[in-house]
């Protein structure tokens, strides 16, 4: 965890609310492949190939997600022998004298093929649970239709939990539709949610937040957040996010990851912890000595006695903290 600004240790104390940016903070920036709609004669262990196969060492994560979903399917491939490919749109190639084509639902129209009623029945029922399609080709017909589903982080599920625990508010800002938004939000049990957010209201629902009371900790990632990331009490972000958000960032998680946020916490509690002896162990002393040399008669020896003790003691537990992370280290290593 690197901390830019000290300060942020006394107002996380504070924070009642945790604000996540959706894309690429609570998801991560590859999709999965979800359900195989097989719409032609081919098996969907055939499909999975052909997409594979018109995929093969494109660099965008569409084209990872559906490699992997092959590589866990343990299906073998090979290069395509000839490959045009339509920015932003699709790709066609040519395997085994068959013409495939593997891309959006416009890509295949442009190129001649005809969509059934079934992929528009398809195409509705998705939009409910905000998941995308990629549509495959192959000759003249279309032969099905891959689901594509946003993956979760892996740690963000036991990130919420933990947050939920100690009774903060959490919500979700996206720019995203209202669908897939949703679905993230119940997934996670998250129950508040703003969908549809251009890149400059993200810091108008942050400052709305803090002028309804809330302290808020904005946890984002991309070069829209970085207003965002501004306006908020405390600002996370990750390593290998814009740089944008990593400058205006108070706090990075040099994992990339989202599993040192309840350690932040943890840290933050024992800090409050420290301060709330140290205050103690410096007043005490004084009102003791003050309260002895009324009433018990004390005298200069017992004042500074007392005095080097209070000392002593706060010392100790400012170094409390160093010794019991060097130990915590020192056992893991």
Do not use: W
């Amino acid at each position: 965890v690197l901390v830019k600004d000290g300060r942020i240790f006394e107002t996380l104390h504070e924070v009642d609310t945790v604000v996540f940016d959706k894309t690429g903070t609570l998801t991560l920036e590859q999709p999965t492949v979800g359900q195989v709609h097989v719409l032609g004669e081919l098996s969907e262990t055939q499909l999975l190939r052909y997409a594979a196969i018109a995929e093969y060492r494109q660099p965008h994560p569409i084209a990872h997600a559906i490699l992997q979903r092959a590589e866990a399917a343990e299906i073998k491939l090979s290069e395509p022998n000839e490959a045009c490919y339509a920015a932003g749109f699709g790709i066609k190639v040519k395997v085994d004298g068959l013409t495939i084509r593997v891309g959006s639902q416009r890509f295949l129209q442009d190129e001649g093929i005809s969509l059934p009623a079934v992929a528009q029945t398809i195409y509705a029922a998705t939009q409910e649970n905000g998941h995308s399609l990629v549509y495959i080709g192959i000759d003249s017909a279309l032969a099905g239709i891959l689901e594509l589903q946003p993956t979760l982080r892996p740690e963000a599920q036991e990130t919420v939990d933990y947050l939920k625990k100690r009774g903060l508010k959490i919500c979700i800002i996206s720019g995203d539709h209202e669908g897939p938004t949703r679905h993230i939000a119940e997934k996670l049990g998250i129950e508040q949610y703003f969908a549809e957010v251009l890149p400059e209201d993200k810091a108008g629902l942050v400052q709305a937040l803090r002028e309804q009371g809330d302290c808020v900790c904005f946890i984002g990632d991309g070069i829209n957040d970085a207003i965002a990331l501004k306006t908020a009490q405390v600002s996370v972000s990750l390593k290998g996010a814009s740089s944008a958000a990593t400058d205006t960032a108070q706090v990075i998680f040099m994992d990339g990851t989202l599993a040192s946020l309840p350690s932040l916490f943890q840290l933050v509690d024992e800090f409050e912890g420290t301060m709330e002896t140290n205050m103690l162990t410096s007043l005490a002393p004084g009102v003791v000595t003050i309260g002895g040399v009324y009433l018990l008669h004390f005298g200069v020896a017992a004042g500074i006695g007392l005095f080097y003790v209070g000392l002593t003691a706060g010392l100790g537990n400012t170094l409390k903290p160093l010794l019991k992370h060097q130990q915590e280290e020192t056992y893991e290593n």
